[in-house]
């Protein structure tokens, strides 16, 4: 096998996504909130295929990667393993539980990008009757998954060397402090976006530079603004690449992170992993869906070079 396997520990799940063509700051109202009752009209509906692990593999797998997925689905899962494995996507280890149904995103999406989501885990609760154990690979990533597999997971890379991406994402609040001390102590690097870095900030009781200095980066996604790779007690700012049109946020922290384990699996340094990954969520930010977008090395190269003055490859 691959020495540059990445090992993605994550969710595979379905994606309903709504579109509210409002905002939902013009109808909650904060001195209301106790008693909150709102109903949001949302003419655009798609059912699409999602989940952090597949979400990270597809681009991951799209760039030239080689992914393993370490997951569960359940009785309505095998049409969507069927499409993994149409792209090339390893799911030997998958579990199909023919008792449960597949995890299940509904994402309802107003105009400024803000989204409120209800997710129902279903066989993701069992994802750590997945084994990671004795598999080589160049990295893991922890990405939000059963609580119990994160953990699992995340000890068994440890305890065979795979260094690993410490992703807690939407299942940070699972975790207490200690649990977070132990998961981020025998991380590699850690990845969360502005949001989960203060919850983890306060949940920790570690800053940010703290956290840094636990692993070999902390990288921190800002949206519009970029994201910072903290490295000890230094931080840099990689910018957001250009965009066109924006259509969905679904999935754009994934595709970043598939394209910063891409990086990383090819030896890079965490700056110009960062960059590659700030490519990949550009390009997914103008597809509807979290899996919909068009990958070709040639394309991500001419982007990479407009947004930062140099090709990441020279094929």
Same mark, same amino acid.
């Given at each position: 096998?691959?020495?540059?396997?990445?090992?993605?520990?994550?969710?595979?799940?379905?994606?309903?996504?709504?579109?509210?063509?409002?905002?939902?700051?013009?109808?909650?109202?904060?001195?209301?909130?106790?008693?909150?009752?709102?109903?949001?009209? %949302? +003419?655009?509906?798609?059912?699409?295929?999602?989940?952090?692990?597949?979400?990270?593999?597809?681009?991951?797998?799209?760039?030239?990667?080689? +992914?393993?997925?370490?997951?569960?689905?359940?009785?309505?899962?095998? +049409?969507?393993?069927?499409?993994?494995?149409?792209?090339?996507?390893?799911?030997?280890?998958?579990?199909?539980?023919?008792?449960?149904?597949?995890?299940?995103?509904?994402?309802?999406?107003?105009?400024?990008?803000?989204?409120?989501?209800?997710?129902?885990?279903?066989?993701?609760?069992?994802?750590?009757?997945?084994?990671?154990?004795?598999? %080589?690979?160049?990295?893991?990533?922890?990405?939000?998954?059963?609580?119990?597999?994160?953990?699992?997971?995340?000890?068994?890379?440890?305890?065979?060397?795979?260094?690993?991406?410490?992703?807690?994402?939407?299942?940070?609040?699972?975790?207490?402090?200690?649990?977070?001390?132990?998961?981020?102590?025998?991380?590699?690097?850690?990845?969360?976006?502005?949001?989960?870095?203060?919850?983890?900030?306060?949940?920790?009781?570690?800053?940010?530079?703290?956290?840094?200095?636990?692993?070999?980066?902390?990288?921190?996604?800002?949206?519009?603004?970029?994201?910072?790779?903290?490295?000890?007690?230094?931080?840099?700012?990689?910018?957001?690449?250009?965009?066109?049109?924006?259509?969905?946020?679904?999935?754009?922290?994934?595709?970043?992170?598939?394209?910063?384990?891409?990086?990383?699996?090819?030896?890079?340094?965490?700056?110009?992993?960062?960059?590659?990954?700030?490519?990949?969520?550009?390009?997914?930010?103008?597809?509807?869906?979290?899996?919909?977008?068009?990958?070709?090395?040639?394309?991500?190269?001419?982007?990479?070079?407009?947004?930062?003055?140099?090709?990441?490859?020279?094929?």
């Amino acid at each position: 096998m691959s020495t540059q396997r990445i090992l993605i520990s994550g969710s595979v799940a379905y994606d309903t996504i709504m579109v509210f063509d409002g905002h939902f700051k013009d109808h909650i109202l904060p001195d209301r909130v106790h008693m909150l009752n709102v109903a949001f009209l %949302t +003419p655009r509906l798609k059912r699409e295929f999602g989940g952090c692990a597949a979400n990270i593999a597809y681009t991951l797998k799209a760039l030239g990667g080689t +992914p393993t997925i370490l997951a569960t689905v359940g009785q309505d899962g095998q +049409p969507y393993l069927e499409r993994l494995a149409s792209l090339g996507i390893d799911v030997s280890v998958v579990r199909l539980l023919p008792e449960t149904w597949t995890a299940q995103a509904f994402i309802t999406t107003d105009l400024a990008d803000n989204q409120i989501t209800a997710f129902h885990p279903g066989a993701m609760n069992e994802a750590h009757e997945v084994s990671a154990q004795g598999m %080589t690979a160049a990295f893991g990533i922890v990405a939000p998954n059963g609580k119990l597999a994160m953990q699992t997971h995340a000890r068994q890379f440890a305890a065979d060397g795979v260094p690993y991406l410490f992703d807690p994402g939407q299942g940070l609040p699972m975790f207490d402090g200690a649990e977070l001390r132990e998961l981020i102590g025998a991380a590699a690097a850690v990845t969360v976006n502005d949001y989960e870095a203060s919850m983890l900030v306060e949940r920790t009781g570690w800053s940010e530079a703290e956290i840094a200095g636990r692993v070999q980066a902390l990288v921190v996604t800002r949206g519009a603004e970029g994201c910072q790779v903290w490295q000890g007690d230094r931080c840099d700012t990689v910018a957001a690449a250009p965009i066109g049109e924006a259509k969905d946020p679904t999935g754009c922290g994934d595709a970043f992170r598939g394209g910063l384990l891409y990086g990383l699996s090819q030896g890079w340094d965490w700056i110009r992993a960062a960059r590659l990954g700030s490519v990949m969520g550009a390009i997914k930010i103008e597809s509807q869906g979290a899996q919909n977008h068009q990958i070709s090395r040639a394309g991500v190269a001419a982007r990479h070079e407009q947004a930062f003055g140099v090709r990441p490859w020279q094929d």
